[in-house]
């Protein structure tokens, strides 16, 4: 009899969520197991949860949601997966600490998929040395689109697309920028002689394998004299409010180099960044997740910003190659050696090359269409599939004798 997995769609921003869980469900019963997701906001979930007890499944799968692992979501004083008992995969796309108050790492029955190994290595060190760590790494939600021809290339348009919500800080520049650097968490560092604007620079400058934001600012805290023994609450805002300044500035560098080059960007807020040029730049606004995948199909260019992730694979350079887009992204040593896609350009926000990177390629007709077709070709090998990405949650649940 086929093996059941209960899937956990929760709402999320712009429905990507919910379009993840249907992929990997997806896999799944191709690969001969019965799919049950569980919709959390429906009034049948109750429901689900009933027939779950009486038809028990092989294990939980969640995704970037503290649903489940939280006091106000236990029943009869267990987490759902336990009340089920049944082991549970939590993966996340976000960093850990962004999520601290959703997890618990002693729990021997979970276990916990983030997208960078360096994620995995903070945890171990930070956290719960012991917990079940794994690296779960982003994978395309999208199929190949066919073999974009010659023509139906040219047809798109050469504005470089960019998707992503500006955040309130870059709608205001000066006045956010300011507010995030004197918050009660970064004073706190302040006070204590710890230069933030100066780890924030140092992290701007250096590219590549550089250790992370996490490990560097934990390791300044510890090896603090009066900040040792900071609380991990205080780690976390101070982490969080500083991962969004570094963010902010490395799009702002990025998109404001390419004033006077048409750009399209999808995302809401954009149109109130007082650094984008209004005649050249073509705003979109808010789209959902699938409705984004569309838009850029009208385009030849993306662009990508890292997330300060230097061990991982943003997904928007994999949905671009699918769809046969040239992707412009950060530098990266991990994606040059895991992603030999053929149809990256690559540029440095230190060597302020991003502007004669996109213009070497936007003067290059056939250039362009060759690299697209490429990394259509790339992608259609199946390394970065929800198949793939099935395979590894099973073989992952088995090394830790979870299944």
Known sequence: MAKKILFVDLFTHYGYGTTLVQKIAASFEAAGYI??????????????????????????????????????????????????????YA??????????????FRLIDTLYGFTDETQVEFCKAFFYKKGNYSVFP????????????????????????????????????????????????????????????????????????????????????????????????LIAN????????????????????????????????WDKCDYLDRQSTLFLGKQKYLECEQSRKNYQI????????????????????????????DDSEFVRENFNSGNLVFYSIKEKNIRSRVEKILNDDQLRFKMARTGQDYMRKGLHSSDQAAKRVLQQLKEYELI
């Open 35 to 88: 799919p049950v997701i569980l919709d959390v906001d429906s009034p049948n979930a109750a429901q689900t949860l009933q027939q779950c007890v009486r038809n028990k499944k092989e294990f939980l799968f969640s995704f970037s949601t503290g649903w489940g692992i939280t006091e106000a979501s236990k029943i009869s004083g267990k987490y759902i997966h336990q009340w089920l008992e049944i082991p549970h």
């Open 91 to 104: 993966s996340f796309a976000d960093h850990p600490l962004y999520k601290q108050e959703f997890i618990d």
């Open 138 to 233: 982003h994978f395309s939600l999208i199929e190949v689109d066919e073999p974009i021809s010659e023509d139906e290339f040219a047809k798109r348009g050469k504005r470089v697309f960019f998707s992503g919500g500006a955040t309130i800080m870059e709608r205001a520049w000066s006045a956010n920028i300011s507010a995030t650097l004197q918050s009660k968490a970064v004073c706190s560092l302040k006070k204590s002689g710890i230069d933030i604007e100066g780890l924030i620079d140092n992290l701007l400058c250096k590219e590549g394998d550089h250790p992370p934001l996490d490990i560097t600012l934990v390791d300044q805290l510890r090896s603090h004299p009066t900040l040792s023994g900071a609380s991990d609450q």
């Open 238 to 269: 101070v982490f969080t409010d500083i991962d969004v300044v570094i963010r902010a500035i490395k799009r702002r560098r990025a998109l404001e180099a390419l004033n006077g080059i048409e750009l399209a960007i999808a995302g809401s807020g």
């Open 302 to 329: 993306s662009l990508n910003t890292s997330h300060g992730q230097p061990k991982a694979l943003h997904d928007r350079i994999l949905h671009a190659s699918c769809q046969g887009q040239v992707v412009v992204t």
